[in-house]
């Protein structure tokens, strides 16, 4: 595999940083390594700081002013590409990073269709869409617990592809369902709106209130950051906002009541590590990735930092366990961003770093936090700006401000200008990301996503590719081999059920559950299954265990 890398990261290559980690050392000195004890389980917290660029990290790092805790475990690069691009979506990338396979732009935990991009090996055609199993789901078929952290709605790309099986990322009704359904021992973050019903954007239509089925399962559902750390429970749903979370610069002026990342990493892994039989933890900094599409320097800040205070909490616990793997990487660059712009090119060897800090320093809330407070005529544009670090506005700067029809693209502009920041897209990118990791059998070098899952797994001691066999079979062919009919009942457009009759018996499995309703001599009865059905509008998978519930 090629570990040979030429990017520059605080003043080390990729590639030392490499090397010095494999003999236990990183750039500033001897790291503690964790060491494997036998007969002791082992845990896995997985961590995705989405859209992160090492521009990003980088600029973090500087305006800190000293170290990030994710330099000293830094041991190599990750590729991120799909199944069709060179610039990935998140829900490809958490796929490949969640179940070890290669996807499509917006499919979530499923086979792809189109297979264009070198080297990705090809998928049958009737395999396209098949849900593939995840790390999580492997995990907990072997009785470890399982949780999955997020500061997005938890229903977003990157959780929902370690926790669910869709051919849509937006297909939140589906997500939110299969979440409930998969017994997953923690869930924190936002998305309370696909919980329940209601009108509006994301809320329910199936007629289910799922928050419901979640206190008739035992959590403590929790919606504050106190509620969160003084709950005594083993099994704990918090759901701090009805979309996403806010951005750590803006949390307690704006939501005090949230908790910060770091907050909900602790007390996830605090929870779930009361399991004799160990856990795998999901950890996401979600909104590094929505500053960077709007160019924020300041929300890509604030939110690489709350990542990063997340990736300490993992680490010291891995450190006093001995036995965790600890895994932080980006799932794909964003924006572009750069120290440096068309402002420094004839004169950047000269440029100190507080002449790029300094500006981004005054702000003291996101572009987000700051237009909050702004006023619908605009009256009070100067002040808004001011809590983005836009002081001393001239007269022209604020016609521009109170004029322009996008206000959050001009303050973006100005502020990134006055740092001498430089963005290349409002988009994704294709580069290679870094690899973060910490304890036994940890990955190292330059890795594709796919390699991520697949290490994980094996550290767990699980194979993806049975755990696919055991969760996903095709539920049509499967029962009419054992003699069934079937038929796909869709008299409930919202919840479609897959029927299986023979003789007097009547199975029915109902889309994203982990439940089937078994009729035989006109008596029914609710038979628990090992995983969640998943149907992508043309077939219906179900386990294993499913197919014997007519015995």
Known sequence: MNRNFNKKAAGI?????????????????PTIEAKNKKNEPTN??????DGTSAGATTLARWYKGEDLAMDSILVGGMKTHSAESAITDSAPAATALATGNKSNDKIVGLLPKIVNTPGVDPVAPEDAYKPVANVLEGASLLGKSTGIISTSEIQHATPAGFSSHAVHRSNYQDIAEQQVYQGIDVVLGGGKESLQPGSTKNARVDGENLIDVINENGYDFVETKDALLNSKSDKLWGSFATSALAYDFDRETTNPSQPSLADM????????????DGFFLFVEGSKVDWAAHANDTVGIISDVLAFDAAVKEAVDFAKKDGNTMV???SDHGNSGITMGNANTNSNYPEIPVST?????????????????????????IEEAAALY?????????????KEAKNVQSEMTKMLAN????????????GEDVFLYAYGPSKPFGLLDNTDVAKTMAKFMNFDLEKTTDELFVNAKESYENKGFKTRIDVTDANNPVFIAEKDKITIELPVNKNVAYVTQNKKTFTKTLDGVTVYNGKDFY????????SK
């Open 13 to 29: 290559t990729i590639a030392a940083a490499v090397a010095l980690s494999s003999l236990g050392f990183s750039a500033n000195g």
């Open 44 to 49: 896995v917290i997985m961590m995705v700081m």
């Open 265 to 276: 990493t602790k007390k996830g892994i605090e929870t779930l590590s009361k399991n004799e």
């Open 327 to 329: 895994i932080a990487v």
């Open 356 to 380: 790029y800090i300094d500006p981004l320093k005054k702000a003291t809330m996101t572009v987000e936090g700051a237009l909050k407070t702004l006023k619908s005529d605009r009256s009070n």
């Open 389 to 401: 670090g836009l002081d001393n506005l001239t007269a022209e700067e604020i016609k521009k401000l």
């Open 418 to 429: 006055r740092a001498n920041i430089g963005f290349t897209t409002g988009g994704h990118t």
């Open 542 to 549: 179900v386990s294993k265990k499913a197919l014997n519930l």
